[in-house]
């Protein structure tokens, strides 16, 4: 199995997942292939695009809503108005079909893992992924939250909707069974995302008071030009990022309309590498590339007015000039009270063979 999450959350390093979610029924019906064709498809154009991973969410309808759920999603991309009666239309994978997938994502080189809903789903996943994630519509969910963390795997645990006293608990219940790395993805629960609503600071606010785990972000919002939301996440800390995924994003229903697609993913990480080459290692020395404008750029100890041989230097004969390829004017004192061991010209950059010792 890939851990390419794993590696990030030891790291720091960058990681976008693609939550294809269950939009490949969407897929499969737009393109008149099989569920499963349209899930591997979307797993290979994930991968092509350079995504690190996917995940899928794995539920039953019946364990998960019940049958008088209202929705809370935006009805004029998705008109299904009872969370039951959505969920019925994506659950028909079980076991034997999230393995294929698996096994699939090993097999081409992409992660796998899925989100769990029910008891029996994070069960049998367990041997499927490397790391949990831990939806917010769960956070309140302790028994489900203790059930994941006993795993001993590492978790990520979304934080949208929630006020802090809640977080906390969530937390302190993965934490009571398992040391794993942790990451706290902040979201909002809404979608699509306004961006009057994303409060990205909040990234800022977990880092701070959270600075021993990963901070995460799962983004909700439409796909703009740019990707200023996922770039500005990823500057404030957040280097978990998730975010939907399709093939289509004119799909009415479900996810599609506030996924990326594998062109947008290709763009998100071409901005994302450009961050890092900018924001570069950080280290408090100069730069090879700047040693020829270093040179040039900085000042000398230059003679103002000739000097005879055997005159002993005083400060009034000196002064500073460009380039900075002679003695430096923090050495100036080491020139003060020194014989010129031959005749200076005026306005002549001074090295140090130019005195005698």
Same mark, same amino acid.
């Given at each position: 199995?890939q851990?390419? $999450?794993?590696? #990030?959350?030891?790291?720091?390093?960058?990681?976008?997942?693609? =939550?294809?979610?269950?939009?490949?029924?969407?897929?499969?019906?737009?393109?008149?292939?099989?569920?499963m064709?349209?899930?591997? !498809?979307?797993? &290979?154009e994930?991968?092509?695009?350079?995504?690190?991973?996917?995940?899928?969410?794995? @539920?039953?309808?019946?364990?998960?809503?019940?049958?008088?759920?209202?929705?809370?999603?935006d009805?004029?991309?998705?008109?299904?108005? #009872?969370?039951?009666?959505?969920?019925?239309?994506f659950?028909?994978?079980?076991?034997?079909?999230?393995?294929? !997938?698996?096994? @699939?994502?090993?097999?081409?080189?992409?992660?796998?893992? #899925?989100?769990?809903?029910?008891?029996? *789903?994070?069960?049998?996943?367990?041997?499927?992924?490397?790391?949990?994630?831990? *939806?917010?519509?769960? +956070?309140?969910?302790?028994?489900?939250?203790?059930?994941?963390?006993?795993?001993g795997?590492?978790?990520? !645990?979304?934080?949208?909707?929630?006020?802090?006293?809640? %977080?906390?608990?969530?937390?302190?219940?993965?934490?009571?069974?398992?040391?794993?790395?942790?990451?706290? +993805?902040?979201?909002?629960?809404?979608?699509?995302?306004?961006?009057?609503?994303?409060?990205?600071? &909040? %990234?800022?606010? +977990?880092?701070?008071?959270?600075?021993?785990?990963?901070?995460?972000?799962?983004?909700?919002? &439409?796909?703009?030009?740019?990707?200023?939301? %996922?770039?500005?996440? @990823?500057? +404030?800390?957040?280097?978990?990022?998730?975010?939907?995924?399709?093939?289509?994003?004119?799909?009415?229903?479900?996810?599609?309309?506030?996924?990326m697609?594998?062109?947008?993913?290709?763009?998100?990480?071409?901005?994302?590498?450009?961050?890092?080459?900018?924001r570069? #290692?950080? =280290?408090?020395?100069?730069?090879?590339? =700047?040693?020829?404008?270093?040179?040039?750029?900085?000042?000398?100890?230059v003679?103002?007015?000739? $000097?005879?041989?055997?005159?002993?230097?005083?400060?009034?004969?000196l002064?500073?000039?460009?380039?900075?390829?002679?003695?430096?004017p923090?050495?100036?004192?080491?020139?003060?009270?020194?014989?010129?061991?031959?005749?200076?010209?005026?306005?002549?950059?001074?090295?140090?063979?130019?005195?005698?010792?």
């Open positions: 199995m851990q390419v $999450i794993l590696n #990030s959350m030891k790291t720091g390093k960058f990681v976008l997942i693609a =939550e294809v979610g269950v939009n490949y029924y969407d897929i499969a019906k737009e393109r008149g292939i099989t569920p064709e349209a899930a591997k !498809l979307m797993v &290979k994930a991968h092509d695009a350079g995504i690190h991973a996917v995940k899928f969410q794995t @539920y039953k309808a019946e364990t998960l809503a019940a049958k008088q759920s209202p929705y809370y999603w009805i004029t991309e998705e008109p299904t108005r #009872s969370q039951f009666e959505l969920f019925q239309k659950d028909s994978f079980g076991k034997a079909e999230y393995k294929e !997938l698996a096994d @699939y994502c090993d097999e081409i080189g992409i992660e796998f893992c #899925s989100t769990a809903f029910d008891f029996e *789903s994070a069960d049998y996943l367990d041997k499927m992924m490397n790391v949990y994630k831990i *939806s917010s519509s769960d +956070l309140t969910n302790i028994p489900f939250i203790e059930h994941q963390a006993k795993k795997k590492p978790v990520l !645990l979304s934080v949208g909707a929630s006020n802090v006293d809640e %977080i906390e608990r969530a937390v302190q219940a993965i934490r009571k069974y398992n040391d794993q790395p942790l990451a706290l +993805l902040h979201c909002v629960l809404e979608y699509p995302t306004p961006y009057t609503e994303v409060n990205l600071n &909040k %990234i800022a606010s +977990l880092k701070a008071k959270y600075p021993d785990l990963v901070i995460g972000y799962s983004d909700h919002t &439409k796909p703009k030009a740019g990707f200023d939301v %996922i770039k500005t996440a @990823y500057t +404030l800390g957040a280097t978990v990022i998730e975010k939907h995924f399709t093939l289509n994003k004119t799909l009415k229903g479900n996810d599609h309309y506030h996924a697609d594998p062109n947008d993913a290709r763009e998100i990480l071409k901005g994302i590498a450009f961050l890092d080459m900018i570069g #290692s950080g =280290e408090l020395k100069c730069l090879e590339s =700047e040693m020829v404008a270093r040179a040039n750029a900085r000042r000398s100890v003679s103002k007015g000739a $000097i005879a041989k055997g005159t002993v230097i005083t400060k009034d004969m002064t500073y000039k460009r380039p900075g390829t002679g003695i430096a923090s050495e100036i004192d080491g020139i003060i009270g020194k014989k010129a061991a031959l005749d200076i010209e005026d306005d002549t950059i001074l090295k140090w063979d130019m005195f005698e010792d």
